[in-house]
Structure formats: structure tokens, C-alpha cells
């Protein structure tokens, strides 16, 4: 042995330490392995089948969504989403009851696409068996949600996977189709491989329906924020400032570091529609930036954030302590932000 490391700290900050580490750690590989799940194991029945099995372990409430509860809710977007696929959609519900009845809770949602083939927009062939990875904020919200759980954290929390496939066949959502939403509003569906954004509009909208205190979002949502910010950070959009930077102090503490991107009417025009109240892309300028003005116009005027992931969930790496794949984030982020929260 060439060297030596001891810690020395008075026992409980030495237990406490180990209890939040392995949590972290915890959370973040039960989210990486339902990442690493292939297409035709991880359907969206599989991930409503594991968010019970999380809820069991970690003192939580389940509650999934089929077709027919979506129909009831009015979640057009996300059933349209899914009329190419023979796997039916749902929507995950996990809630953390950890405060007073009264007290609003934080929500979490995650695009939960367990494979994006783009639909009759379809995906080039050349690393298509990726599109594995498009649930990706979904597993993240699970294991945050797990983590919380485990940690019995003082705070209302919930999570909410919107999940479905996005695939081609005769009765496949078209381009130029106007589908309706939960929110009421209409959309011009130019493309149907910008799926996410529809199948969140619908469980942002649904999110609502607490009074939350802030809501935050995690999705593979374009490779525009590839082109932008590389590899390194998630982008991090959204309609308050305060609550953007408790997220970018997030991510720094928990090593998933997190960069703002701006929004404004000048991007929102980009989504004007002369058939619906908006259109589900806004052309190939600021394309990150016009994918959360689009879900920004289902957040009821809750303070919101959105996380773009789609350059930050997967890859490879030369750490030697991640494996090329599935990383988990941000599920650290989230888990760090609602420490904060429940400790402010």
C-alpha cells in the first residue's frame, strides 16, 4: 500500500455524510440502469411497473395513468404522440409526502420516450439505437424521487414521467395534423420528431393541478443544445431567475453543472401558427431556446425551469469511474436542489 486516506469527523456528521453519499450515488444508478434498458424491455408499461417498485422501497405513492385516464384528462398531446406505437402511453405519478398537508410541493417532471424513431418524421438509420436513452429525464426523476424517498427529505414532492413511443405506422400523427392539449391549446404539429416538448406540455399543464411551488423539467429535447453547449453542461431555461440560479448552484455542488439560455417574445414568434395556437417547432434558429417557449406556454405562470439534457444523459467518457452509456443526469441536480429546498 502506497498510500493512506482517513477521515476524522464527529460521528453523526461522519454518518450523515455517508447516509447522503450513498443515497446520491444510489439514486443516480437506479436511474442509469433504466437507461441502459433496451427499447423492447423498457416500454412505457415497464417503467410505470418499476416506478411502483420504487414507490414500494422508498415509502412513496404510485399512481399511473393509462389511455383511458389520459382520454379523461384531456392529454391529447400525449396520446398523439403514441398513435404509432402499439405499446400503450402513461403518465408515472410518484409522490413524497414529507411536509405538512398544506404546504406546496416542488414537482418534478421527465420526458419518459422510451424510443424515438421520430415517427413518420422519421430518424436516420446511423444511431438510431440510441433513442434508447429519449426517457432518460425520465429515469432521472425516478431516481431523485427514490433518493428522496430513502432520505425521508421535509418537503411535498412529486414526480411525474409522461412515457410513450414515438414510432411510424398507418395510424401515425402527421405532419401538419393540429392536435389539442389538457391546457386547451392547439398545435401544429410541423414535425414529429420534436415529440418530447408534446408529451411534457400535457404533464406540465397536469402539474398544476397542485398549486406547486416551482416546477422543474428534464428532457433529451434537441440536439440543438449540442451544437451549443457541448457535452459538459445541460442547458437550463426558464421563467424565474431565482429559481434558475438555485438550479445552476445545484448542479455546481453536485458535479452536473448546468448554463443559462435565454428567452423571449422575439423566439416565442418563431412558434406562431396560421392554423393553431402555436406550432410544435419554430425552424432550425435558437432551436433549444424555442423548444422551452413552447413548454413554457403550458406552465400556468408557476415558476419554472427547464433542463435541456439531450447533450449531457449519454455518451462516452474517459472518467474512470463512469462507464461509457448511461450517466443518470441530472439526477444529482434535482436531488441537490430539493435538499436545498427542504432545508431553506
Known sequence: MESAVVVAAPSGELEEAVRLGHAFAAGENRARTLQARPGNIATPSHLAGEARRIADEAGLEAEVLGPAELKAEGMEALLAVSRGSDEEPRLIVLRHRGAEPGEAPLVLVGKGLTFDAGGISIKPAKGMEKMKYDMSGGAAVMGAMWAVGRLGLPVNVVGL???????????????????????????????????????????????????????????????AVVVALGHHRSAVLGSDEELIAELRDAGDAAAQPCWPLPMGPEYRKQLKSGVADLRNVGGRPAGTITAACFLSEFTGGTPWAHLDIAGTAYGSTKKPYLRNGPFGRPCRLLLEWVRARASS
Do not use: M, Q
Open 161 to 223: 414521467v409522461p412515457s410513450s413511443e414515438n414510432l411510424l405506422s398507418g395510424s401515425a400523427t402527421k405532419p401538419g395534423d393540429v392536435i389539442g392539449s389538457r391546457a386547451g391549446k392547439s398545435i401544429e404539429v410541423i414535425n414529429t420528431d420534436a415529440e418530447g416538448r408534446l408529451i411534457l406540455a400535457d404533464a406540465l399543464d397536469y402539474a398544476a393541478r397542485w398549486s406547486p411551488a416551482a416546477i422543474v423539467d428534464c428532457a433529451t429535447l434537441t440536439g
